[in-house]
């Protein structure tokens, strides 16, 4: 899967099973081990604060089981299972593993079931980058009886005023203006480059130049960063660094 690694986390309560994973893993250059867990419990708590791509993970284990553990997983986190029962194959498809190590196996088996998941990851990760290349880059608007292409680059910020909604762009002093409501607007939009920060403005990320305080300064236009949109847009801040 190119340079992309999966990081993967190793759970058995089994201490040899756990050593012989962890050195299969590290002889497998696209995985990277962060943590091996003797129970599930330890590894629930470890993925709320550092989420993994994939899990090696044992059926059997006192407390919590593999089978259980893995309906509380989020969606994007993957298991292999290795057991040492064959009986629980049916439970393991129905929660989707991506595969199913029969204790005890050896590194050719181990490096197919790894292969599985990087095929998956990769397919995953294509898809993704298929779906941000596709994204949005024109918006088709009624104003004046016409009907005007946007291009999104050129997009300041949208301003609602009642029905209607103003579109500001760059290198035009006069907005255009459409009968819409924000609500819809902010439908059509890619959230990844757009945010609504009051009941009467969505910003455009890319060309916000100044923030200051509670307000945000786009072309000389002051807009207030609202109570009810606050959060969220200090969350953006926060994890881009302003490296948008």
């Given at each position: 899967?190119?340079?992309?690694?999966?990081?993967?986390?190793?759970?058995?309560?089994?201490p040899m099973a756990l050593n012989l994973v962890e050195s299969y893993v590290k002889k497998t250059p696209f995985l990277s081990l962060k943590k091996k867990c003797s129970s599930a419990i330890e590894a629930m708590?470890?993925?709320?604060?550092?989420?993994?791509?994939?899990?090696?993970?044992?059926?059997?284990?006192?407390?919590?089981?593999?089978?259980?553990?893995?309906?509380m997983l989020p969606k994007t986190t993957r298991v292999i299972f290795t057991t040492a029962f064959d009986q629980y194959a049916l439970e393991g498809f129905k929660?989707?593993?991506?595969d199913y190590l029969l204790k005890p196996f050896d590194y050719a088996e181990f490096l197919a079931a790894a292969n599985k998941a990087s095929n998956w990851f990769s397919l995953i990760k294509g898809k993704q980058h298929t779906e941000v290349s596709e994204e949005k880059e024109f918006l088709f608007v009624k104003s004046e009886y016409k009907q005007l292409r946007i291009k999104l680059a050129d997009v300041l910020y949208f301003e609602g005023?009642?029905?209607?909604?103003?579109?500001?762009?760059?290198?035009?002093?006069?907005?255009?203006?459409?009968?819409m409501s924000l609500k819809s607007l902010q439908e059509e939009l890619p959230e990844t480059h757009f945010m609504r920060v009051h009941r009467s403005f969505i910003v455009s990320l890319k060309n916000i130049e100044v923030i200051e305080r509670s307000q945000i300064i786009i072309n000389k236009q002051r807009?207030?960063?609202?109570?009810?949109?606050?959060?969220?847009?200090l969350a953006f801040i926060n994890n881009n660094s302003l490296n948008f």
């Open positions: 899967m190119s340079n992309l690694k999966i990081t993967c986390i190793i759970v058995d309560d089994e708590e470890y993925i709320k604060s550092d989420p993994v791509d994939l899990l090696f993970l044992d059926i059997q284990m006192p407390d919590l089981t593999g089978i259980e553990f893995s309906k929660v989707e593993a991506l005023l009642k029905d209607y909604i103003k579109i500001w762009l760059k290198d035009n002093p006069k907005p255009i203006l459409t009968l807009i207030t960063i609202s109570d009810q949109y606050k959060a969220k847009f």
